[in-house]
T-cell receptor, first 113, second 113 residues
Framework: GQQLNQSPQSMFIQEGEDVSMNCTSSSIFNTWLWYKQDPGEGPVLLIALYKAGELTSNGRLTAQFGITRKDSFLNISASIPSDVGIYFCAGQLFQGGSEKLVFGKGTKLTVNP | DTGVSQDPRHKITKRGQNVTFRCDPISEHNRLYWYRQTLGQGPEFLTYFQNEAQLEKSRLLSDRFSAERPKGSFSTLEIQRTEQGDSAMYLC???????????FGQGTRLTVV
């Protein structure tokens, strides 16, 4: 099945540092979504991307939809302790009529105060 | 708009028992999705509905799993003859239409003992 390769698997950073994570795939996607999940909770939508090359910001978060439609990245600037959690990328495939989201395995972020 | 609601939040059941979970989507959303998430993994697609029609099912959805959305509003996911391998977080999501943001509920944590 389709897979998203998300990296890095985990990050340990100091408060105030910037963070970057990305997702790549061999398949073409027409939608990229970035979610944050806290333990025992459902994923919370952070940013949605719909057009190749699109760059979108949400506060300290910035995400881009890759030109090839096969990748996306998420940046977090000036990290704070509440940024701790697992970040997932998710893509909706371009072909086949499927509406399912394919998820990466997540990037676990730890922020040291 | 109260978001996607799932019930129960936690369920512990003995192997072989049947369980049923409920999902109430965001009211104006006609698409409803079920996902399963195991520890250390991203959510995996199970099935989705457009209004009351079940349009796509994953191979993960064995014969023991059945989902319904009888009036195009809330949905139920039933697992018959539960097995230990069914232990996971079951997530529901909804969206307004194709290629738009999908919002997740808080999930139902199933433990089969």
């Amino acid at each position: 099945g389709q897979q998203l390769n998300q990296s890095p698997q985990s990050m340990f950073i100091q408060e105030g540092e910037d963070v970057s994570m990305n997702c790549t795939s061999s398949s073409i996607f027409n939608t990229w979504l970035w979610y944050k999940q806290d333990p025992g909770e459902g994923p919370v939508l952070l940013i949605a991307l719909y057009k190749a090359g699109e760059l979108t910001s949400n506060g300290r978060l910035t995400a881009q939809f890759g030109i090839t439609r096969k990748d996306s990245f998420l940046n977090i600037s000036a990290s704070i302790p509440s940024d701790v959690g697992i970040y997932f990328c998710a893509g909706q495939l371009f072909q086949g009529g499927s509406e399912k989201l394919v998820f990466g395995k997540g990037t676990k972020l730890t922020v040291n105060p | 708009d109260t978001g996607v609601s799932q019930d129960p939040r936690h369920k512990i059941t003995k192997r072989g028992q049947n369980v049923t979970f409920r999902c109430d989507p965001i009211s104006e959303h006609n698409r409803l999705y079920w996902y399963r998430q195991t520890l250390g993994q991203g959510p995996e697609f199970l099935t989705y509905f457009q209004n009351e029609a079940q349009l796509e099912k994953s191979r993960l959805l064995s014969d023991r799993f059945s989902a319904e959305r009888p009036k195009g509003s809330f949905s139920t996911l039933e697992i018959q003859r539960t097995e230990q391998g069914d232990s996971a977080m079951y997530l529901c999501a909804s969206s307004r239409r194709k290629n738009t943001e999908a919002f997740f509920g808080q999930g139902t944590r199933l433990t089969v003992v």
